[in-house]
Structure formats: C-alpha cells, structure tokens
C-alpha cells in the first residue's frame, strides 16, 4: 500500500508557506476534509495558532454531510465545533457572494472529489475560483488523489449548451484529473483567471486507485461508501436521468439498479451475454427504503467488478440503459421532474452533457455507436490534460 501525504497535511506542516500572518482564511471543506488520522479541517484550522479561519463554507450534502437526500438546498448555520458561520454554496447561491467573502482574504478549498464530471463539487470549487478572481481574493487548494486514478478517461466531453452544475466546461464524464489538477485547467484553459495555488500530495502516482494508498476514506457524499461507488459512479450515476432506481436507499448505491418492472434474472442474462469487460452482473431483488421506487419490490441487477483495469463504466451503464429499452419499451422513462433545478432540458440529457447518448439508448443507433459516443472527444481531452498533470 503506498503512503500518501495529502495536500492538507502538507499545508499544515508550515501555514505560513501558504498564508500570511494575520490573513483571514476561509475554509471550504465537509466531512471528508480529513487528515491521515481523520482530524476535520476546520478543527485542526481553528485550532492552529499560525491560521486565523474566519469562515467555514459547505458543497453540497452539507459541511458535515448531513443532507441524505440528492437535490436539497442547505441553509446557512453556524459550525457547533468551532462556533463560525457556516455559509451553502448549494443554498440561494452555488456562487460566493462578496457579503460571505467580506471577512476572508484567502480561500482553502479541500474536498474530496471522485473522479466524474457530475459531481458537483468541482464545480463548487469552479465558482470559489471565479469568485476570488471578482473579489481579488487568492485561493488554495489542498489537493487529494483521484480515487479512481488518474490515467483512464471516459464518456463524451460536454457539449457547449450544456453546462449546468453538473457540468460546466467540456470534459469527459471521467476525467482522470486530481481536483488541483481541474483547477489549473479551469483557470488556464477555461479563463478564470484567479490567483491560485496548489498544494499537491506526496506520493500519488496516477495508477493508483485510492484504496491502494493509505489515505484516508471518508463518504464525500451521502451515498458514496465506498471506492467501489466511486468505481461505478461515471457510469450508473446515468440512471439518476431515468424513473428507475440507481439504488438509493439500499447500502450498495449505484451499485444496485433496478425497477419494480424489470425481470432480473432476464435482465442480467441479457447483460452477461454481452461479455462485458471486467464485470459480471448478478440478479437481485431489493426494496429502496427512500428516494425513487421507495419502499417498491424491484428487480435488477448488482455489478460486480472484477478487473478495474479492464472495466468501463460509461460504456457498461449505458449499454444497461439501452438493454433495459430494448426488454421493456416505454417503461423505461426519463425522470419526470428537472436534475440540478434545469427546467428545459430532459434530465438525462442533462447528465450527459449532450442530446445524442439519450438518441442512442432509446433506439437511434446500435451499441458500437453508443461505444464510438464514450470516446467522443476524449483523444483531444487526453492531450490537453497532460498539460495540466501534477504527478
């Protein structure tokens, strides 16, 4: 197991390197903001007589991740540990306002990402920069690995009209960066244009995964556990676009997916036979206790992973998507109400990043083309994001 230093850790070893004496940091960080021996951030910060922390800011989920479901805004509060405001950026604003920012010279961004295009927190991140740049604040990110490493790219890049905060700048749906990494490119290549610093990590190597390092795992998100989610999730996080349950509310999210329609042991036949690589899909039967199809027997399908290396996401989720249309027609439906607070767009669409991968699975096209659509863009994404690797 390699020993990994995180970019927090480094940070704290000599505050001074990062922040002067006297400035006022800001902290953006949840519950996954840990060091090597899961001490929060924003203890060790108030704590430490060389940072003065003014002001603590949550992502979405919450600043201790207390928000279970998916889309629920948080409120502004105040931090019961260390008694600081505590302001949403996924509140009445995703963006800092200059009012929140009165009270910080510098920015300390630290949150886990998982190494997908739709989850949120880049783009929180995103924001925090373009609002240092308005401000004339500096930022600071506190870099951490990539959990699903950062070699393999996959998915169509965002299309321009797309962007939402699900996506928005055109990259893949697994992008293969470090959040340090995704920052440099949206400030360099995507024009933001803040003052930013990074402070990597020691002893990342863009192979690993992180549950072959020694850094620490905490749930970034409610319904992330595991890197095993995080493995799956640039693939079955599709099926939040449909009516069908991507498996929350069971302990195995994303992991498990069905609908009380679906015949589970035609579905995984069907889903075997394809020889997939690196996966094999068992037939299972589960009762979501929330969210879609809660408290509803489904029928489905759990996706065992047995060759990461080997495996593909995109192409595997999406190709269940086009299965499940081909078995069950109409039944398998688009979500009714609108992801991420985007009203003219269909959500799936909206999670894609383009029209055409909802075209493919809903007949429009075979699964070569549905293949050729998961590496959409990504040759020209691979050489770009070599300019910006930091390991």
């Given amino acids: 197991m390699r020993k990994v230093r995180l970019g927090l850790e480094k940070f704290l070893l000599d505050p001074s390197k990062f922040v002067a004496s006297g400035e006022r940091v800001g902290l953006i960080c949840n519950q996954a903001t840990v060091d090597s021996g899961f001490r929060h951030a924003a203890d060790l910060f108030f704590e430490h007589p ?3 922390l003014t002001a ?3 992502p979405q989920h919450g600043i201790r991740g207390d928000v279970q ?3 629920i805004e948080t409120d502004h509060s105040t931090d019961r540990r260390t008694g600081l405001p505590v302001y949403s950026l996924y509140s009445e604003t995703r963006i800092p306002t200059e009012a929140m920012l009165r009270d910080v010279d510098v920015i300390v961004f630290d949150l886990q990402d998982i190494g997908c295009r739709v989850y949120t927190f880049m783009y929180t991140m995103a924001y925090a920069m373009q609002a240092a740049a308005r401000d004339g604040k500096r930022i600071v990110v506190l870099d951490r690995p990539n959990p699903i490493n950062g070699i393999d790219i996959e998915g169509n890049v965002l299309e321009r009209g797309h962007e ?11 992008h293969g960066l470090t959040m340090g990494e995704l920052a440099k490119l949206f400030n360099e290549e995507f024009g933001i244009g803040c003052r930013l610093e990074v402070v990597t990590c020691d002893g990342w190597s863009r192979e690993l995964y992180q549950d072959e390092t020694n850094a620490p795992w905490v749930m970034p998100s409610p319904n992330m556990p595991t890197v095993d989610t995080a493995v799956v ?5 599709w099926f939040e676009g449909t009516e069908l349950s991507e498996g929350r509310g069971t302990t195995k999210p994303f992991e498990t997916i069905g609908a009380p329609f679906i015949n589970s042991f035609e579905f995984a036949q069907s889903m075997n036979a394809m020889s997939l690589s690196g996966v094999t899909f068992r037939a299972v039967e589960f009762i979501p206790t929330f969210q879609k199809c809660m408290d509803r027997n489904c029928g489905g399908v759990f996706l065992h992973v047995a060759d990461r290396k080997e495996f593909k996401p995109v192409f595997t989720a999406l190709s ?3 299965k499940l249309v081909e078995l069950y027609g109409v039944k398998v439906e688009w979500k009714k109400t609108p992801y991420e607070y985007v009203f003219d767009r269909n959500p799936f669409d909206v999670i894609s990043g383009s029209t055409m991968v909802r075209q493919i699975c809903e007949g429009g096209g075979s699964y070569e083309d549905l293949r050729n659509l998961c590496a959409l863009g990504c040759g020209e994404f691979e050489t770009l994001k070599k300019g910006f690797h930091l390991y």
């Fill in 233 to 237: 999730f640039p693939g079955t996080v």
């Fill in 69 to 71: 479901d998916n889309m």
């Fill in 164 to 174: 939402s905060f699900v996506g928005l700048y055109p990259i893949p749906m697994r």
């Fill in 320 to 322: 269940m998507v086009k």
């Fill in 50 to 52: 060389q940072i003065n």
């Fill in 56 to 58: 603590l800011f949550g």
